[in-house]
């Protein structure tokens, strides 16, 4: 105990003791900011594009994030579950289960690395099929995606180490990384496009050898500290009690996010039914949307991180009432970001282009969703504090259930019955917000979160873990 202790001491955080509200606010934080820049990389590359490339360009780059995000959704729900194993293993204070966890963690990321690459560039082109990219947008997008998954390692490698860091409670030195990648990457965007003309595939060039450069200043911070979730290069290997606790608890969150993920694929078409403009209104809008979610995705992960903590120290109470505290700071300030949104939509859109339709369409969409956000705080605080106990195969299978069966049958109604109404397609996503926040709500209070007398006293993760992603 006293070894730990002590090399544990510095940018870690023990969340078991001290001031709740004090740990989800100096957590979050730093991890708001991390989101921001990481978040810019995306915006970054759709303001150039849109600006100085063009409507098609834009409605190209910002209509292939489901295509991305299928296999990345997939290898970022694992991270999730390797967060959860090893804050757990962190809070019962077991550095030799907490080291082989790290270990696994870091071997399964290298391979996943090479074989997402390989993955996603077979699967570019029928997917773009399927999400009826129209032929104007087809090429651009296709060069885009394809250069995007050749260097997806540098993103993987750096989620699954900044993971590792914020499960110890040190969410800082990622956010400084992120910030010095995401000016590079702002930096590599004018460069490539404006200087060299090289189009998307110049905001996709920047994209990856800026994660490149996250992915190793994180590796760096881990391969040297001294602290017991240090990586040691010649102690890689995979720990099979380890790796089952770590696809127990992330492989339903990445099939989860992947299948989400593949679902708006076709989504995706029902938006592309109308025209070019609309694509570029619909993936301007989802560029602010990112911004909105922040608070609460930080607030989440800040809450998975304490509930793991927690639970690894056998204290439930403590645990909800973390939870209770982080969805009161989730709705506060996510309704404050909604209400501003709306009051500056216009400005905000005319960042991302000055046609007047382009803009229009996105105005509609803000109009149109944002009144249904504080629903994303229940879909993902809960989640996220259900992780972190390791009890989530339900909420797995709730979030599925919204996220592509509802949504899909909602879509196809709409298709056959209305004939693809703009205002009805474009309210599909908090349709399904509304059904899971419903669902999740009425599992979370059956939970051993709320009835933490149920409970016995924890030994090793042995459950699924969701996503604390917007769906």
């Known amino acids: 105990m006293a070894l730990f202790s002590r090399l544990s001491r510095g940018r870690d955080a023990d969340m078991t003791q001290g001031v709740i509200w004090k740990h989800l606010l100096s957590f979050s934080i730093p991890m708001a900011l991390g ?33 991305l995000n299928t296999l990345v959704g997939f290898c970022i729900g694992l991270s999730a579950g390797a967060g959860v194993v090893i804050s757990q293993r962190y809070g019962a204070h077991d550095e030799e289960g907490l080291s082989d966890a790290v270990h696994t963690a870091i071997s399964v990321t290298l391979i996943l690395s090479v074989v997402t690459a390989a993955l996603g560039t077979a699967i570019v082109t029928p997917m773009l099929h399927l999400m009826d990219m129209p032929e104007s947008a087809f090429g651009e997008a296709k060069e885009y995606v394809t250069i995007y998954f050749l ?3 540098g993103l993987l ?24 990648s995401a000016l590079l990457n702002i930096a590599g965007d004018l460069l490539f496009v404006v200087g060299f003309h090289l189009g998307v595939a110049g905001v996709a060039y920047a994209t990856i050898l800026s994660q490149l450069c996250s992915a190793v200043l994180v590796m760096t911070v881990l391969t040297r500290t001294d602290a017991p979730y240090a990586i040691r290069w010649r102690r890689l290997r995979i720990a099979r009690p380890m790796l089952r606790s770590i696809f127990s608890l992330g492989l339903p969150s990445g099939i989860q996010q992947a299948v989400t993920s593949f679902s708006n694929v076709f989504v995706q078409s029902y938006i592309n039914y109308f ?12 560029k ?53 949104v709306v009051l500056a939509r216009r400005q905000l859109l005319g960042l991302f282009s000055e046609e007047k339709d382009v803009v229009e369409y996105g105005a509609r969409f803000i109009l149109l969703i944002s009144p249904f956000y504080l629903m994303i705080c229940f879909t993902s605080i809960y989640p996220g504090a259900l992780r972190g106990i390791g009890s989530a195969k339900t909420p797995v299978v709730i979030m599925l259930f919204s996220f592509v069966l509802f949504r899909q049958a909602y879509l196809f109604a709409n298709a056959r019955l209305f004939g693809n109404e703009f205002i009805l397609t474009a309210l599909a996503y908090p349709a399904g917000w509304v059904v899971c926040a419903a669902l999740l709500a009425i599992f979370y209070r059956r939970s051993i979160l709320c009835h933490p007398e149920r409970a016995l006293a924890p030994q090793t993760p042995s459950a699924e873990g969701p996503s604390a992603e917007k769906g």
């Open 275 to 286: 025209d070019t403009a609309c694509m570029a209104g619909w993936a301007s809008y989802n």
């Open 288 to 340: 602010i949307d990112a911004f909105i979610l922040i608070p609460v995705q930080s607030i989440s992960l800040a809450a998975a991180t304490f509930v793991g903590q927690n639970y690894g120290a056998g204290d439930l109470r403590r645990a909800n009432k973390g939870v209770k505290q982080a969805m009161r700071m989730a709705l506060a300030v996510t309704a404050i970001l909604a209400v501003g």
């Open 35 to 67: 989101l921001l820049f990481q978040q810019l990389y995306n915006t970054v590359d759709a303001v150039v594009v849109g600006r100085f490339v063009g409507q098609t360009a834009l409605a190209a780059v910002g209509s292939v994030g489901s295509i």
């Open 151 to 153: 260097g997806i390692g």
């Open 157 to 180: 490698v750096y989620n699954m180490g900044s993971g590792i860091l914020r499960a110890v409670g040190d969410a800082r030195r990622p956010l400084y990384f992120l910030i010095f």
